[in-house]
């Protein structure tokens, strides 16, 4: 993890979760320890290099834990940390939020 990290509260969670790709990781591991096929599927229209890179910067900010299996084919399995799951009350804001403003575009 960074050592300059940015005195704003906003700032720093934004950095921690800054692009789409982030927030749906982080709500699809919400359900539970998923294997690296199975998030590229739920997340949806990504790149296999795009996803490595960023479940490597979630590992490294301690967001997901990465467990890999000595088998043959090699098994890898990503859950959320401690730190990770307290982001489920922001996730749920946000799609509360997003619900929200749909219901107001609908209703225009």
């Known amino acids: 993890m960074e050592k300059n990290l940015p005195a704003c509260p906003v700032e720093l969670t934004l950095t921690l979760i800054s692009n789409r790709w982030r927030i749906l990781i982080i709500r699809d591991l919400l359900e539970g320890t998923k294997r690296f096929g199975e998030l590229k599927r739920s997340v949806g229209n990504v790149s296999q290099k795009v996803l490595t890179a960023n479940l490597r910067e979630m590992e490294k900010s301690g967001l997901i834990n990465r467990k890999v299996y000595a088998e043959v084919p090699p098994r890898v399995e990503y859950s959320l940390t401690d730190l990770g799951n307290s982001?489920?009350?922001?996730?749920?804001?946000?799609?509360?939020?997003?619900?929200?403003?749909?219901?107001?575009?609908?209703?225009?």
Do not use: Q
């Open 87 to 108: 982001l489920e009350l922001v996730i749920n804001s946000l799609g509360s939020w997003g619900m929200m403003y749909r219901n107001k575009l609908e209703n225009l």
